[in-house]
């Protein structure tokens, strides 16, 4: 807190090097939202809103990639624990491993869960057999293919967060008497919390954007697979207009739920 | 000293950046087709046109043939949104009309091929599905593709023309990801042209329906009014609707337009 108000109270001028490209990537990032502003129907914008089909997207939309975040947090902290703190053989390729989801083209992802998870795949085909559990073409499938492509933005953040994280509570707290389990939960999580919550934020609007992977391994079923992307992205089939008030309707509720929760949870000036 | 140094590498890459559209050549003084030719062509058209564009290459020394394939309905949005294309093939009519309708084909676009809907089946076709009713039986998983995309349409009117209500688990963003159901094992069947199911003939079978006929798909093509090589534009549309262009067509499985 005393840093940051020093830091913004020194009052010299912003150098030019680091303002115009700043202002550069700024604009860049914004423009193209612009564009979209201009060619909002905004006259038809109401009739656009409430046709059939576009609320049941975005509420799909909004619970799949929540309960996607909620399977990332459980499984992706831990990891990132490990990543962070444990010395192993092959840490490093492990690490190269949780980052591939980044590089995989998503549609490639959705054809990789497919071949494991699908009738055909060695975990789906015994799932099939076992329970007469199938997961594409399913809500399940979507939450699966979005924390597929999802994950490695919250294990990113938490590990960072936790190598930023000074070693000497958790050895104080280890002194004391605490055995590993009581230190990360009562010591390491709560240091790493905001790290947590910004990877959790990412990890949510990685998953409430994705489309390849959601697409190609739980299809598209109005309703039950249709998230908002896959709608934005059959109505751009037909009529641009329909695809630019959808994609606004996304990104209100995206940058209103992420700006809620940066005040409350990181912090954020 | 600073300022030059950041502004000077991002000027040259944004120079750089805008390099990566040019590259057309100007017409010969003969009149002969040279230089790049860019083709923007349906996502159905991927193996007949490629072959096409090798044989063009052949005919005419100092030509290369570049092509976008991809949904008909993103290759309009792109073509009236600027991207500079010099011949465009649709696998519906109602894109051709969105380019039509924006002023940008140089003359009327030409039906050149037309393609008829299969149920595409696993190899061997293990469900031994015969017809367009066999897609209600209960328990079989079918892929159709969306409405809004040509082939859901086709589908839509085939269905009807059968009187037959199929409840598919997935509506497909384009054929080939219906296509990609079925090869992968996910779906029994899916509705997807003909042309497809034969490009996938070594994953899956084709089975054809009467009512398909009544559900076909024209594909137009147009030389476009910005295209800046329009020389070898019209040559390349007029090897497309040849003789030999139409063989190449039919061994991908399209059938010739109707009509004269």
């Given at each position: 807190?005393?840093?940051?108000?020093?830091?913004?109270?020194?009052?010299?001028?912003?150098?030019?090097?680091?303002?115009?490209?700043?202002?550069?990537?700024?604009?860049?990032?914004?423009?193209?939202?612009?564009?979209?502003?201009?060619?909002?129907?905004?006259?038809?914008?109401?009739?656009?809103?409430?046709?059939?089909?576009?609320?049941?997207?975005?509420?799909?939309?909004?619970?799949?990639?929540?309960?996607?975040?909620?399977?990332?947090?459980?499984?992706?902290?831990?990891?990132?624990?490990?990543?962070?703190?444990?010395?192993?053989?092959?840490?490093?390729?492990?690490?190269?491993?949780?980052?591939?989801?980044?590089?995989?083209?998503?549609v490639v992802?959705g054809v990789?869960?497919l071949l494991?998870?699908g009738?055909?795949?060695?975990?789906?085909?015994?799932?099939?057999?076992?329970?007469?559990?199938?997961?594409p073409?399913?809500?399940?499938?979507?939450?699966?293919?979005?924390?597929?492509?999802?994950?490695?933005?919250?294990?990113?953040?938490?590990?960072?967060?936790?190598?930023?994280?000074?070693?000497?509570?958790?050895?104080?707290?280890?002194?004391?008497?605490?055995?590993?389990?009581?230190?990360?939960?009562?010591?390491?999580?709560?240091?790493?919390?905001?790290?947590?919550?910004?990877?959790?934020?990412?990890?949510?609007?990685?998953?409430?954007?994705?489309?390849?992977?959601?697409i190609t391994f739980?299809g598209?079923?109005?309703?039950?697979?249709?998230?908002?992307?896959?709608?934005?992205?059959?109505?751009?089939?037909?009529?641009?207009?329909?695809?630019?008030?959808?994609?606004?309707?996304?990104?209100?509720?995206?940058?209103?739920?992420?700006?809620?929760?940066?005040?409350?949870?990181?912090?954020?000036? | 000293?600073?300022?030059?140094?950041?502004?000077?590498?991002?000027?040259?890459?944004?120079?750089?950046?805008?390099?990566?559209?040019?590259?057309?050549?100007?017409?010969?003084?003969?009149?002969?087709?040279?230089?790049?030719?860019?083709?923007?062509?349906?996502?159905?058209?991927?193996?007949?046109?490629?072959?096409?564009?090798?044989?063009?290459?052949?005919?005419?020394?100092?030509?290369?043939?570049?092509?976008?394939?991809?949904?008909?309905?993103?290759?309009?949005?792109?073509?009236?949104?600027?991207?500079?294309?010099?011949?465009?093939?649709?696998?519906?009519?109602?894109?051709?009309?969105?380019?039509?309708?924006?002023?940008?084909?140089?003359?009327?676009?030409?039906?050149?091929?037309?393609?008829?809907?299969?149920?595409a089946?696993?190899?061997?076709?293990?469900?031994?599905?015969?017809?367009?009713?066999?897609?209600?039986?209960?328990?079989?998983?079918?892929a159709?593709?969306?409405?809004?995309?040509?082939?859901?349409?086709?589908?839509?009117?085939?269905?009807?023309?059968?009187?037959?209500?199929?409840?598919?688990?997935t509506?497909e963003q384009d054929v080939r990801g219906a296509l990609a159901k079925v090869k992968l094992g996910e779906v029994?069947?899916a509705?997807v042209?003909?042309?497809d199911?034969?490009?996938a003939?070594?994953e899956v079978?084709?089975?054809?329906?009467?009512?398909?006929?009544?559900?076909?798909?024209?594909?137009?093509?147009?030389?476009?009014?910005?295209?800046?090589?329009?020389?070898?534009?019209?040559?390349?549309?007029?090897?497309?609707?040849?003789?030999?262009?139409?063989?190449?067509?039919?061994?991908?499985?399209?059938?010739?337009?109707?009509?004269?």
């Amino acid at each position: 807190m005393t840093a940051s108000t020093r830091r913004r109270g020194t009052g010299q001028r912003v150098p030019v090097a680091l303002l115009v490209p700043a202002a550069l990537g700024l604009l860049f990032l914004v423009l193209p939202l612009g564009g979209l502003l201009l060619r909002t129907p905004w006259t038809s914008l109401g009739p656009r809103l409430t046709a059939p089909g576009v609320l049941t997207a975005l509420r799909l939309s909004v619970q799949c990639a929540t309960l996607a975040t909620l399977l990332c947090l459980t499984l992706g902290v831990p990891l990132a624990w490990l990543l962070a703190r444990v010395e192993f053989p092959g840490r490093r390729l492990v690490r190269a491993l949780v980052t591939v989801p980044l590089v995989l083209p998503p549609v490639v992802g959705g054809v990789a869960l497919l071949l494991v998870f699908g009738r055909r795949g060695p975990i789906g085909g015994w799932l099939d057999a076992t329970f007469g559990v199938t997961l594409p073409f399913t809500t399940t499938g979507v939450v699966l293919a979005e924390a597929f492509v999802a994950m490695p933005f919250l294990i990113i953040a938490v590990e960072g967060a936790l190598r930023g994280v000074d070693h000497r509570y958790e050895e104080a707290a280890a002194t004391l008497g605490a055995n590993r389990w009581t230190t990360f939960t009562r010591v390491t999580l709560p240091l790493v919390a905001p790290g947590v919550a910004a990877g959790a934020v990412l990890c949510w609007a990685r998953a409430l954007g994705e489309f390849g992977a959601t697409i190609t391994f739980a299809g598209n079923y109005p309703g039950r697979t249709q998230t908002m992307p896959l709608a934005v992205y059959l109505a751009l089939e037909t009529d641009l207009e329909a695809a630019v008030v959808l994609s606004l309707v996304l990104l209100t509720v995206s940058v209103v739920i992420l700006a809620g929760l940066r005040d409350r949870w990181i912090g954020g000036p | 000293m600073t300022r030059r140094a950041v502004v000077v590498p991002l000027v040259a890459a944004v120079l750089a950046l805008a390099g990566c559209g040019g590259g057309t050549t100007a017409p010969a003084a003969d009149g002969a087709p040279r230089g790049t030719l860019t083709v923007f062509a349906a996502a159905s058209l991927t193996e007949s046109f490629t072959t096409l564009g090798r044989r063009f290459e052949a005919e005419h020394p100092g030509t290369t043939v570049t092509f976008n394939f991809a949904g008909s309905s993103a290759l309009a949005t792109q073509i009236t949104q600027g991207a500079p294309a010099d011949v465009f093939a649709s696998a519906a009519p109602r894109n051709m009309a969105t380019v039509t309708d924006a002023g940008l084909a140089a003359d009327a676009p030409a039906v050149f091929a037309r393609n008829q809907l299969v149920i595409a089946v696993p190899q061997g076709n293990p469900q031994r599905l015969t017809g367009l009713a066999d897609l209600t039986r209960p328990g079989l998983k079918v892929a159709l593709c969306a409405a809004q995309v040509p082939c859901g349409a086709a589908a839509t009117t085939a269905l009807d023309a059968a009187g037959v209500r199929v409840t598919p688990v997935t509506l497909e963003q384009d054929v080939r990801g219906a296509l990609a159901k079925v090869k992968l094992g996910e779906v029994d069947a899916a509705l997807v042209y003909r042309t497809d199911a034969r490009a996938a003939d070594r994953e899956v079978d084709g089975v054809e329906f009467p009512e398909s006929a009544r559900a076909g798909n024209d594909y137009p093509i147009v030389v476009l009014t910005d295209a800046p090589n329009p020389t070898a534009a019209r040559a390349f549309v007029a090897l497309v609707r040849s003789a030999p262009g139409r063989a190449v067509l039919t061994d991908a499985g399209f059938q010739p337009p109707a009509g004269p």
